[in-house]
């Protein structure tokens, strides 16, 4: 029995054999860690700083700090952009950054209480907010701070046609130019008062600003209370005896048996991963009151895996099916529609005496589409005297009547280039081959299709 519980003491030490006392839970206002620099920041109550090489988890310096006594507090969402350490206030609008042991205010914004609880995270060395409450509403939008004119601007969704609902508490993983959102709080359409489970996956191309539904969470899913980012994925502890491992990015879900020494992390603190190693915040054995900082490796982290899932479900594969069983089963028809549509995209039809484009009616009289027909179906030369005959107005004399046909022909390529949307005639003249003193016309036959 002594030898199974030296064999237990050893192996817990190898797995997070470093260790740092942080004190009290109560003093500890706030944390953040500094992947560039690896070192942690620790915000105390007592408006001390304390600094911790995550190298050796020894404590590099401690400082007092001193903080606007007005619209701030230590506890406010912490966010690290290039080594700058800024403080987000959770309503939304103020921004204060510390510098020189000094926190101050810096943008040009306003509390205007329109994003409460939004989430906040960096992107390309900026900083986003997504959703977010205020006024009886949800947002469901991206808003970064701009660090030359220091105030907030809006990311315009300009490439979609759908939306996400308006959430708070979202959760966000990015992946290179890809936004997911999931998860979080919403209103409900029907009764403003009423808060409700966002189960709604959402995806956003940030290069295209274009959003696009995945799907719902799957209803086997627990609700987290906290989480902590790992790569592209993020890992969920939750009361039972298990540990969730979701890549939404790949639309996976493992869950895992819960080791002892993760019942010990700490929900109201942010454990995070960097460079192989789990950085957990965790009381002590003796004294839950009592935090410690203590590392685990990548390999000791996860137990034994007890399931294989999806994070969230859609009906892509019963629309697969069905729409291949419904061109299976149509499928000669269907090609027939679609070859001739095929052929005749972007293209002009002419039916009846009438000129046809995209299901519309273009609006040109028998005059004109006898014209167009002329051009099309004459296997020899057009002149001006061809078109005279059918555009001949015999109380004016030749001159005014080649004004008018010249005016005609304009109106032609006006019209049909502007439905084409081309910037092109597709009816030009030329001298003659035969005769360099006569006018001939053409047309440009790729844009029509006769009947």
Do not use: A
Not at 8 to 26: A, M, R, T, V, Y
Not at 188 to 196: R, Y
Not at 365 to 385: A, G, N, Q, Y
């Amino acid at each position: 029995m002594r030898k199974i519980l030296f064999l237990f003491l050893i192996l817990s030490f190898n797995s997070f054999s470093q260790s740092i006392d942080l004190g009290e839970l109560k003093t500890l206002e706030n944390t953040f860690v500094d992947k560039k620099n690896k070192e942690l920041f620790v915000f105390y109550s007592n408006d001390s700083l304390s600094i911790i090489d995550l190298t050796t988890l020894k404590e590099k310096s401690k400082s007092k700090i001193s903080y606007p006594k007005k619209d701030f507090n230590l506890k406010f969402p912490i966010i690290n952009i290039d080594s700058q350490v800024y403080f987000l206030h959770p309503l939304g609008g103020l921004v204060f950054r510390l510098k020189n042991d000094k926190i101050s205010r810096i943008d040009k914004s306003y509390d205007h209480r329109m994003q409460i609880s939004s989430t906040i995270f960096p992107y390309n060395d900026t900083i986003y907010r997504y959703g977010g409450y205020g006024f009886w509403s949800h947002r469901n939008f991206f808003t970064y701070f701009n660090k030359t004119t220091k105030d907030w601007r809006i990311i315009p969704p300009k490439g979609s046609d759908v939306l996400p609902k308006g959430s708070h508490s979202s959760i966000i993983t990015v992946d290179k130019n890809t936004i997911y959102v999931y998860g979080g709080i919403s209103t409900d359409e029907f009764n403003p008062l009423n808060f409700i489970e966002n189960k709604e996956v959402w995806k956003f191309e940030s290069n295209k600003k274009s959003w696009k539904n995945l799907g719902s969470l799957e209803s086997n899913l627990p609700e987290f209370e906290h989480f902590i980012p790992y790569k592209n994925k993020q890992i969920f502890i939750d009361e039972s005896n298990t540990l969730y491992l979701l890549d939404v990015v790949n639309n996976q879900l493992k869950t895992y048996e819960k080791k002892p020494i993760q019942e010990k992390i700490v929900s109201s603190m942010h454990s995070f991963y960097m460079d192989g190693v789990f950085y957990c915040f965790v009381t002590e054995n003796d004294n839950e009151t009592k935090i410690k900082l203590i590392t685990i490796s990548e390999d000791d982290f996860f137990d034994k895996l007890i399931r294989e899932g999806s994070v969230y479900y859609n009906n892509e594969r019963v629309y697969y099916f069905i729409g291949f069983l419904f061109l299976v089963v149509i499928s000669i028809p269907v090609y027939r529609i679609l070859r001739s549509n095929y052929r005749n995209r972007n293209k002009i039809i002419i039916d009846k005496g009438k000129l046809i484009f995209n299901k519309r009616i273009i609006p040109l009289d028998e005059t004109r589409v006898s014209i167009i027909k002329l051009l099309l179906t004459s296997t020899e030369e057009v002149t001006l005297s061809d078109i005279m005959e059918i555009h001949n107005k015999k109380d004016l004399n030749y001159g005014h009547n080649t004004r008018v046909i010249k005016e005609t022909i304009e109106e032609i390529n006006f019209k049909i280039s502007s439905t084409l949307g081309i910037t092109k005639d597709v009816i030009n003249s030329k001298k003659s081959d035969l005769d360099k003193r006569i006018k001939s016309y053409s047309i440009d036959k790729s844009y029509f299709n006769v009947k």
